[in-house]
């Protein structure tokens, strides 16, 4: 009988923040899968840690890489490896942050191994830019007030004239060069959110130098800030 493979949400940081399905099916999986990017510290790993000691651990290959052909071989390999476990009877959890739904790696897994018509699942987290939210404090949509998440690679030039709230996810590496832009927005900016070395940024006059890959601004309406 083959296994399942489950596409687990670990949420944006704090291990508090895991919901109970995400904990009970890590406690009963086989395997736990992680993304390996070349990074000094999992922290998908780091936040799961009290719920998966004595599980088996497979790493997974997952380079922060733009070359599309180098990225589908890296997860082409990610899914043999994973579906010869499945295929043992394994049950297998790959842990990713936020939401498995949003912007997530584990997605090309995990399509790659519905196709080849294993058990797959999907169970969802907390996204980053809602515990970002908790840390501002503050609310992303009321009303009719639509919400527009947008990727650090976002590479349009309308994104300004969206109307309602704007989340611009992983914008680290361009913060510097786009401050004063986003200072004239009232922009807002939250990294690490949830995690015990979070910064919060009410306003970015406060911010002196450049900050991490898992930075998140929120920027609302301005007919939201109108009303504070």
Do not use: W
Not at 145 to 173: F, N, W
């Amino acid at each position: 009988m083959r296994g399942k493979f489950f596409a687990v949400g670990v949420g944006p940081g704090d291990p508090e923040l895991i919901t109970l399905k995400a904990i009970n099916t890590m406690k009963n999986s086989d395997v736990i899968a992680v993304p390996r990017s070349g990074a000094s510290e999992n922290i998908a790993l780091k936040i799961a840690g009290a719920y998966i000691e004595g599980k088996t651990l497979l790493e997974c290959d997952m380079p922060m890489i733009k070359d599309k052909e180098q990225l589908d071989r890296y997860h082409d390999q990610s899914a043999m490896e994973i579906g010869a476990l499945l295929s043992e009877g394994k049950t297998v959890s790959f842990l990713t942050l936020g939401d498995p739904a949003i912007y997530s790696t584990v997605m090309y897994v995990h399509r790659r191994l519905t196709e080849q018509g294993f058990d797959t699942a999907i169970i969802p987290g907390i996204p980053s830019f809602c515990g970002a939210a908790a840390s501002l404090n503050t609310s992303l949509c009321e009303r009719d007030e639509m919400l527009h998440i947008i990727p650090a690679t976002y590479k349009g030039h309308q994104a300004e004239e969206l109307e309602g709230t704007r989340v611009l996810m992983k914008s680290g590496k361009k913060i510097m060069a786009l401050r004063d832009d986003l200072i004239r927005q009232n922009a807002m900016m939250v990294e690490y959110a949830t995690m015990e070395n979070e910064k919060v940024y009410k306003n970015l006059i406060d911010l002196k130098e450049q900050s991490s890959y898992f930075s998140l601004i929120v920027i609302h309406s301005e007919d939201r800030q109108k009303e504070k």
